[in-house]
């Protein structure tokens, strides 16, 4: 998949792809977040999903879970509007039972899941 492949390889400041969708990575020392944002134009959950699909293959996640709603950022005059995708910097193992949430992705033969 090409999209995993811009992952793997997506420079420090971000990258902007063709569909007008810009990604950025910002670690911590606990978590990871990758911003999906874009002028004028809220990223779908669509987008999101499969930009959260990748980033678990590209980077070997088990968990991953996005924000609730999008956010809005004003930019040299341009709404810039911005869903995050967020996961543990460091490998966890799910210790307590998956909750009653409907995961945003499932991955049965991996067991691995994207929470809303």
């Given at each position: 998949m ?6 793997k390889?997506?420079p ?7 569909n ?22 809220v990223p ?13 293959e590209?980077f ?6 996005s ?5 809005s950022?004003?930019?040299d005059?341009?709404?810039?509007w ?11 193992s799910?210790v307590?039972?998956?909750?009653v949430?409907?995961?945003?992705i ?9 929470y809303?």
């Amino acid at each position: 998949m090409e999209l995993v492949k811009v992952l793997k390889e997506m420079p420090t400041k971000g990258v902007r792809l063709t569909n007008g969708l810009a990604l950025r990575l910002a670690r911590d020392a606990a978590i990871v977040t990758l911003s999906c944002s874009r002028v004028e134009v809220v990223p779908s959950p669509i987008e999101v999903k499969v930009v959260a699909e990748a980033a678990a293959e590209a980077f070997g996640l088990e968990v991953v879970w996005s924000e609730d709603a999008a956010s809005s950022v004003m930019v040299d005059g341009s709404q810039h509007w911005v869903r995050r995708l967020f996961w543990p910097r460091d490998r966890v193992s799910v210790v307590y039972p998956l909750p009653v949430q409907q995961p945003l992705i499932e991955i049965e033969d991996e067991k691995k899941h994207v929470y809303e």
